[in-house]
């Protein structure tokens, strides 16, 4: 075990070429191996209000931008840290698609709009700060800080919308809205994980126990969701 510090890459040689983090590269693809299950499952409930459409999206999305990360980390060798672009600005989109979703359902028209133009501005912001911070900084020497503006996102963005909204959509849709906010305290100890560097074992990092979380908590997600359709008999939701 190791904190503070991380273990050295593990390494893979295959027909000449040599490749990083197989470890890494397993977890992502199961991440998006769940992921499409579960958004698969989340379509044929058959739903039709958009807010179930936008889940399936960021189920589809959100696995996708893991797959790909997990490849930025396998051939780092060749890609360098450009091979990991895509999985950090995914990642905002997918938050994005997440607050859009919890956000569509809230009572108040007008109050609504206002935070849909929030929550856009915030992801165009953010968008062009990555951009100008991966184009001002060198980082490859420490591709976490490339990760650092997309976390920040997610934490803000997840943490009004699946902490504060699910709380009360607990209250006034469905029980099931608890799964949601109980999911991001699944995900809290990544703050520790990642902050600490916390390592137990050079084939399970601490980027593996964070892939463990993520899993986690998308069994929270589907149950939140399985549960709201259930609840509803299929109707659309609505506010009294």
Known sequence: MLIGKDFQKLTWHFSGYDFLEPNAL????????????????????????????????????????????????????????????????????????????????????????????????KLVLFLLLEIFALYLYTIDADPQKGLLLPTVYSFIGLGLTLGFLSLMYQRKISGSFRYFWMSTLVLLPNILIQGLKINLHPYFDRNDFSHLLLIVSMFFYFKALHGINKELNGRLITIN
């Open 26 to 121: 397993i977890g992502d693809t199961l991440i998006l191996i769940i992921a499409l299950i579960f958004a698969r499952k989340i379509h044929q409930l058959n739903n039709p209000n958009p807010f179930f459409r936008y889940w399936t999206l960021f189920l589809v999305l959100f696995g996708v931008s893991f797959f790909m990360g997990g490849l930025g980390h396998f051939c780092y060798n060749y890609w360098g840290i450009r091979g990991k672009y895509f999985s950090w600005f995914a990642g905002m989109f997918s938050a994005f698609i997440i607050e859009y979703a919890m956000i569509s359902i809230y009572p108040k028209s007008n109050f609504r709009k206002y935070m849909k133009w929030i929550a856009s501005i």
